[in-house]
């Protein structure tokens, strides 16, 4: 599976970011996409995720504020990130649980996008 994420950036205090990752490959079903992200010095952390089900998580830092969403017919997780702070800024990086085809067999795996870095100035 490649996970390839859009939308990152730069953004005052207070604005608004909205990301994207689209999953594409031998994709028998994804089961959960999510976001995490990895601020300087710090551990990757989630920020939200999604079941197939619809089913969401989010971290509390970001309750209230960001909003994660998928379209399932376009393998493809969403992010709406709004009053953005700068403990915000970070690399984001897309993440799938998903089954792929391998051959004759299917197989789970987790799979990471590449990051993308969104930084907040106050």
């Known amino acids: 599976v490649q996970l390839q994420a859009y939308g990152g950036g730069l953004v005052q205090a207070g604005g608004s970011l909205r990301l994207s990752c689209e999953a594409s490959?031998?994709?028998?079903?994804?089961?959960?996409m999510g976001w995490y992200r990895q601020a300087p010095g710090k551990q990757r952390e989630l920020v939200a995720a999604?079941?197939?089900?619809?089913?969401?998580n989010y971290a509390d830092s970001v309750k209230d504020r960001f909003a994660v969403s998928r379209d399932n017919a376009k393998n493809t997780v969403y992010l709406q990130m709004n009053s953005l702070k700068p403990e915000d800024t970070a690399v984001y990086y897309c993440?799938?649980?998903?089954?792929?085809?391998?051959?004759?067999?299917?197989?789970?795996?987790?799979?990471w996008g590449q990051g993308t870095q969104v930084t907040v100035s106050s």
């Open positions: 993440n799938a649980l998903a089954t792929v085809y391998k051959g004759t067999y299917i197989e789970s795996d987790d799979y």
């Open positions: 490959g031998r994709i028998f079903r994804i089961h959960r």
């Open positions: 999604i079941t197939s089900g619809g089913g969401t």
